[in-house]
């Protein structure tokens, strides 16, 4: 499914709107799930806030309001976010994905 998206929606190699949405990737930090597990002391399997699947032991992104992806999910999001003009917000509470602070409803649209 990500390939599909990717294959419809992605903006093209070298673009500068491709070169932007890379830069967004990367500014989010990367975890696993280990180290996110111990910091919260949960026992059960942490589940992913976009697919809903376990985490497991792959690469994840935890945002400043605290909502866990998929590095995967997380960067497929970015990119939708930023292919449609919005901000980067978390799907889950529209939280901004770099501060965590409420995004006001007339700001979460283009820009």
């Known amino acids: 499914m990500h ?20 830069a967004l990737i990367g500014a989010v930090p990367v975890e696993r799930v280990e180290a ?3 910091e919260r002391q949960e ?13 497991s032991a792959r690469p994840v992104v935890c945002l400043p309001c605290g909502h866990t992806f998929h590095s995967v999910c997380a960067d497929t ?11 980067f917000i978390c799907p889950y509470d529209w939280r901004d994905g770099y501060t ?9 649209g283009g820009s």
């Open 43 to 55: 026992e059960e399997e942490p589940i992913c806030c976009h697919c809903l699947d376990e985490l």
């Open 100 to 108: 965590g602070q409420v995004v006001e409803e007339e700001r979460r």
């Open 3 to 22: 390939q599909l998206w990717l294959s419809r929606w992605a903006p093209i190699p070298g673009s500068p709107r491709y070169d932007n949405a890379v």
């Open 77 to 87: 999001w970015k990119l939708h976010c930023r292919l449609l003009g919005m901000k």
């Open 36 to 38: 996110l597990r111990a």
